[in-house]
């Protein structure tokens, strides 16, 4: 775009803003569609033109993207740990990294760890009778129904709690922290360096499993990305006329945004959704995919912004449902979506918290399908405060609150213990 004289963002009509859950929704939904398309008038194009931008950027990635895949290559970075721990990782390997905005971590574990750790969870869960108690899934979102579950919504195993204070993890949840742009204005929005512990579950899907999978969606929010203050803060290039100044890897009023509640919901903030592989994967195997352009979460965002979609409706988001990526509203972008490579045993999946994800389904699955859920959530006020109420869960084997209130393991004596944290995990609890 040539240069252009814009107007201050302080001299372009305010945003109303609902830091909690309106209660008429269609309503503020048409409300600050309105008012999003008067304010990006009002700084000099329309709303049509700020998307065409938006638009062929994402065109040129998509391209490349599916011209890679027909050439038989993937598109997901991949680097060794081995080369993160030296802190030799190449500039061009970073670069990638931003542009794709995920990665693939070779050798992050050692694979024998990855497959100890793995038969530890069994004999964790079974020395305590989990599969004779379980209940059934305790929420609808990702859980399969069925007498074993997948989802194992188990949280202290002491493999668990190792892999997320180890040495190994930490830095690489560094390394991706680092990616982000921290501080701005005199503000520090997060702690690159120190990560605050998210309890989440562990999958394991067994040999011979058929999956349905799961749908593409997001998980940063919902109607709340558009409806809030913070969130209207921290999208403020793609509403004020500077949408060539967006960065995805900006953290700028993320970690202070208001959240609408909801079942799905995470009430951290992370850098990188994540995994570590407990079993090896083959690619064609049910496996995660992304979307991988992080700017294209400018796309969804100006998206429902367009006079097709109804006028108090959002492409589909709404409270209390994860946030859906569409044939109807988005093929430009799902033509991206793009699996991850074969994985083995100790390899970590890591993707920027505002891409699009979804899991392939599988029949007659070959081999297992095993993963422990731990994201990149740099320590910053929203994840203190999360970080209280886990030291609760953690002291009495809760589910965290972020989690259906299942509480296998309050009874379960082998549990992680207190004693058992080294600094890394006292500091991402918050105690000490
Ligand atoms: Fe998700």
Avoid at 171 to 196: I, M, T, Y
Avoid at 246 to 268: K, N
Avoid at 303 to 317: F, I, K, T
Avoid at 390 to 415: C, I, K, L, M
């Amino acid at each position: 775009m040539p240069a252009q004289s814009q107007p201050e963002a302080a001299s372009l009509p305010p945003l109303p803003h609902w830091e909690q859950t309106p209660a008429d929704l269609p309503s503020a939904i048409r409300q600050i569609k309105a008012a999003l398309r008067a304010r990006i008038a009002a700084s000099g194009r329309t709303a049509e033109e700020v998307f065409a931008v938006v638009e062929q950027q994402i065109k040129a990635e998509v391209n490349e993207i599916t011209a890679a895949r027909e050439r038989g290559e993937t598109s997901w970075p991949v680097i060794d740990y081995a080369s993160i721990e030296a802190g030799t990782v190449p500039a061009q390997a970073q670069e990638l990294l931003r542009r794709r905005g995920c990665l693939v971590v070779r050798g992050h574990f050692d694979r024998d760890q990855a497959l100890g750790w793995d038969r530890d969870i069994v004999d964790y869960v079974d020395s305590n009778r989990f599969f004779e108690t379980y209940r059934g899934p305790g929420d609808d979102f990702f859980a399969s129904v069925g007498s074993k579950p997948e989802i194992y919504p188990i949280y202290w195993s002491p493999a668990q709690m190792q892999a997320r204070q180890s040495d190994r993890m930490a830095r690489v949840q560094a390394f991706l922290n680092s990616q982000w742009k921290h501080e701005s204005g005199g503000v520090q929005w997060f702690d690159p360096g120190r990560d605050s512990l998210y309890p989440d579950r562990i999958r394991r899907r067994p040999p011979g499993a058929n999956s349905a999978g799961l749908g593409s969606h997001l998980d940063p929010g919902t109607l709340d990305l558009w409806l809030t203050q913070g969130f209207q803060q921290a999208f403020r290039h793609l509403f004020d006329g500077t949408i060539e100044r967006y960065d995805p890897w900006d953290a700028a009023y993320r970690t202070a945004a208001a959240q609408y509640p909801g079942s799905t919901m995470c009430s951290v903030f992370r850098t990188f959704q994540g995994w570590t592989a407990l079993s090896d994967m083959a690619r064609d195997q049910g496996v995660l995919h992304t979307v991988p352009i992080p700017d294209a979460m400018a796309y969804l965002m100006l998206r429902p912004l367009l006079a097709d979609v109804p006028a108090g409706d959002m492409c589909g988001v709404t409270v209390g449902q994860a946030f859906p990526a569409s044939e109807k509203w988005h093929p430009l972008l799902l033509q991206a979506l793009s699996g991850i490579p074969d994985v083995r045993a100790g390899d970590s999946v890591w993707w920027h918290c505002d891409m699009i994800h979804s899991v392939a389904p599988v029949r007659n699955q070959q081999g297992w399908g095993n993963v422990m859920y731990i994201p990149a959530a740099p320590w910053c006020p929203r994840n203190e405060r999360y970080a209280a109420s886990v030291q609760d869960a953690f002291r009495t084997g809760s589910s965290p609150s972020d989690f259906p209130a299942e509480h296998y393991e309050r009874g379960w004596p082998n549990r992680f213990q207190l004693q058992d944290l080294n600094d890394t995990g006292r500091r991402g609890l918050g105690l000490g």
